[in-house]
């Protein structure tokens, strides 16, 4: 006796499209940690300088945050 197997009703090209949402949703949450971690790194040197050193640059210790994502935003 052979029995004849049900149709599936497995669709690898929605899967495919999963996986590919997973990964893509992966690879900008990694580059947004990374960007992150980089401008903090770059507000922790900036805070570590003195008022003098940041005069220098044409900073004041307020403008700190604004200069460090200032390509994010229209200021």
């Known amino acids: 006796m052979v029995q004849i197997a049900e149709k599936s009703t497995f669709d690898a090209s929605a899967l495919r499209r999963k996986i590919d949402q997973f990964f893509s949703a ?43 994502f200032r390509d994010m935003f229209y200021v």
Request: net charge positive; glycine share 12%; aromatic share 2%.
């Open 26 to 68: 992966l690879g900008r949450g990694v580059k947004a940690y990374g960007a992150h971690k980089s401008r903090a790194g770059e507000i922790a040197v900036l805070n570590a300088k003195t008022d003098d050193q940041l005069a220098a640059m044409g900073l004041r210790r307020d403008q700190i945050a604004v200069h460090v």
